[in-house]
């Protein structure tokens, strides 16, 4: 018998109508993770009787969960009736709010991804309250797409950019986005779009991608650290998202630099790392170096992005590889301290710069001259949708309890 349904038989309230809405909870969820299956594979599973099953396999039925693919490959008798989840019952809803970009995906319930949007956020709509209008609008726009409404929505996840406080929805700290200090951004966006929400900060939502279907699948220790405008990190222990005791754990964009004094930590104010090797950061460091060559400012090298003068290291130019070797010695002490702290199986790197492949490759080497505290490094498989991604599943595994009522 499955371990997560005996505990949910055995934790269930003693009146029928509970116990088979438990024992309905239960089936639905071997049902989605063996789809398709038949009522005698479930009683199998389940270890319920065949009633039992039946009954709870019916009253899926009346609530449009379950379909009938008729019959299965026979193995000698009657042939099983096959049944499957309905995945379009209702849909799931992801938002990832960054710096300058809003994205937003609509889903079925097995996390088919049916709908994207994105929007570019100007100056006057990165407060909060744009910020929800900004998403409803998306929400609507996704909807009219899919041809559907908005009532099929059963669950959004937001990622915010700084720390959240997740049990109560509260965007504690954003510095790259304006008037973003103790947001109550669930109730927010609750109350704009009647959409039950939960919001998490947006390098965990990564590191849960990473984990549900990426460089990270199945892996119950690692680390998750996304380089891009910001810096920061998702950390799975146990297979659960650590949040921390201030909902602060991850914020290694605060960690100190080699070399310069420890600054002293403000929630308005980007960390001493994000400032150095995020990607900003990068590219101040690539103009420092061109004007030290005495090469030119007013040309197109002096405007490039960090991924592309990372480009430029592959390539074998001195002064990026200058660039790429800095960020890489200083990435490196921040892993080696993770290690020595957390010791994760893997550490997935990821965001616009931080899984480039040659940033990647110096980092290892680097890693690899210690002797031990040495996790394996990969980049991350899913790129930059690996935030909406870890709200769809989110929401997924949230939209469960508002199925079998």
Not at 8 to 13: G, M
Not at 41 to 58: C, N
Not at 338 to 362: D, K, M, Q
């Amino acid at each position: 018998m499955s371990k997560a349904f005996t505990t949910l038989v055995q934790s269930s309230p003693s009146r029928p109508s509970h116990l088979r809405r438990s024992n309905a909870r239960g089936l639905l969820r071997l049902l989605r993770q063996y789809n398709p299956c038949s009522k005698a594979d479930l009683v199998r599973l389940s270890g319920l009787s065949a009633p039992t099953v039946s009954s709870g396999v019916a009253h899926l039925e009346s609530l449009g969960l379950v379909e009938s693919m008729g019959d299965g490959e026979s193995s000698g008798g009657r042939p099983p009736g096959l049944l499957r989840f309905n995945a379009g019952h209702g849909l799931v809803a992801a938002a990832d709010i960054g710096g300058t970009r809003l994205r937003m995906m609509l889903a079925d319930l097995n996390g088919t991804v049916l709908s994207s949007w994105s929007t570019t956020m100007l100056r006057n709509q990165k407060t909060p309250q744009a910020v929800c209008a900004l998403i409803h609008g998306g929400l609507q726009s996704m909807c009219r797409e899919t041809q559907t409404s908005m009532k099929k929505i059963l669950h959004l996840t937001a990622g915010a950019p700084g720390i959240t406080n997740v049990a109560e929805g509260l965007v504690l700290s954003a510095p790259n986005l304006s008037d973003w200090v103790q947001v109550p951004l669930r109730d927010m966006l609750q109350q704009k779009t009647g959409i039950p929400v939960i919001v998490e900060n947006d390098i965990n939502l990564a590191a849960v991608g990473e984990r549900w279907c990426g460089a990270a699948k199945n892996v119950d220790n690692f680390v998750f650290i996304a380089l891009g405008t910001g810096v920061g990190a998702g950390i799975f222990v146990r297979g659960q998202l650590h949040h921390g005791a201030q909902w602060c754990a991850g914020e290694i964009g605060y960690f100190g630099v080699r070399g310069e004094k420890k600054d002293v930590m403000k929630v308005r104010q980007t960390g001493q790392l994000e400032r150095v090797i995020g990607g900003i950061g990068i590219e101040e460091y690539w103009r420092k170096l061109l004007k030290r060559s005495g090469r030119s400012l007013d040309n197109e090298f002096a405007k490039l992005r960090a991924s592309q003068i990372f480009d430029l290291a592959r390539e074998g130019d001195s002064l990026a590889g200058e660039v790429i070797t800095y960020t890489a010695v200083l990435l490196a002490d921040a892993i080696a301290d993770i290690a020595l702290l957390l010791n994760p199986e893997i550490v997935v790197l990821g965001g616009g710069v931080g899984s480039h492949a040659e940033l990647c490759r110096h980092t290892e080497e680097i890693i690899r001259r210690h002797e031990f505290a040495q996790p394996q490094l990969r980049s991350s498989a899913l790129g930059t949708q690996a935030q909406l991604i870890g709200a769809v599943s989110m929401s997924v595994n949230a939209a469960e309890a508002y199925l079998v009522l």
